[in-house]
């Protein structure tokens, strides 16, 4: 089975950086993913990792670390529009999902 | 990339009824899958759309109460069958294109089911 753990909320300052932590234990591992879920919308596509290591995409990077179950994302130079839940994903044979944790950004 | 398209985009419907949520994508695709989102929670997948043959539906999941089906590779319905209340939930509908970079999976915008 699939259990992927993630904080549920999180508050941040306007132009801050937020890390949002995941991890996981999963019965087989073929990626990681990361999506941004606006309220009443459906998820968008962030990030991937399936090697070790950081991939860096403008204001968002994810790392992951396989040996350990852990994978992170970053958020930098935050934006009142970055409010909204991100969810971590794992991928098998199909995508299961984390709990999602919502991020709220104050100015 | 894909889009796609879910109709309807809501629905209020009757215990005991049953509706039909239709997906469309503009590209052939090589997986479809149906996922339910209930209020304040993450997505659960609910099965894979097969083009061709039956779904593979995840457990807690069955056909009886949430038949698809999948004539081509661009369109797929899932039906909710004899509702209750608690089948209030958003039903999502996504795809993973056979040329994606990471495999990366499209959401439809949803379907927001409300069942009184």
């Known amino acids: 089975g699939q259990n992927i753990d993630q904080p549920t909320e999180m508050t941040a300052t306007e132009g801050a950086i937020v890390q949002i932590n995941c991890t996981y234990q999963?019965?087989?591992?073929?990626?990681l993913f990361w999506y941004q879920q606006h309220a009443g919308e459906a998820p968008t596509f962030l990030s991937y990792?399936?090697?070790?290591g950081l991939e860096e995409k403008g204001r968002f990077s994810s790392f992951l670390s396989r040996s350990k179950g852990y994978s992170y994302l970053l958020l930098k130079e935050l934006q009142m529009k970055d409010s909204a839940s991100y969810l971590c994903?794992?991928?098998?044979?199909?995508?299961?999902f984390g709990a999602g944790t919502t991020v709220t950004v104050r100015a | 990339s894909a889009v796609i398209s879910q109709k309807p985009s809501r629905d209020i419907c009757q215990r005991g009824t049953s509706l039909t949520i239709q997906c469309q994508v503009d590209?052939?695709?090589?997986?479809m899958f149906w996922y339910r989102q209930q209020p304040g929670q993450s997505l659960t997948l609910i099965a894979t759309?097969?083009?061709?043959?039956?779904?593979?539906?995840e457990s807690g999941f069955v056909i009886d109460k949430f038949p698809i089906s999948r004539p081509n590779l661009t369109f797929s319905t899932l039906t909710v069958s004899n509702m209750s209340p608690e089948d209030s939930s958003i039903y999502l509908c996504?795809?993973?294109?056979?040329?994606?970079?990471?495999?990366?999976?499209?959401f439809g915008p949803g379907t927001r089911l409300t069942v009184l």
């Open positions: 999963t019965s087989g591992f073929n990626g």
């Open positions: 590209s052939q695709v090589t997986m």
């Open positions: 759309a097969n083009q061709g043959s039956e779904a593979t539906y």
């Open positions: 996504s795809v993973e294109p056979a040329s994606g970079d990471y495999n990366e999976q499209f």
């Open positions: 994903a794992v991928r098998d044979l199909k995508l299961s």
């Open positions: 990792n399936v090697l070790d």
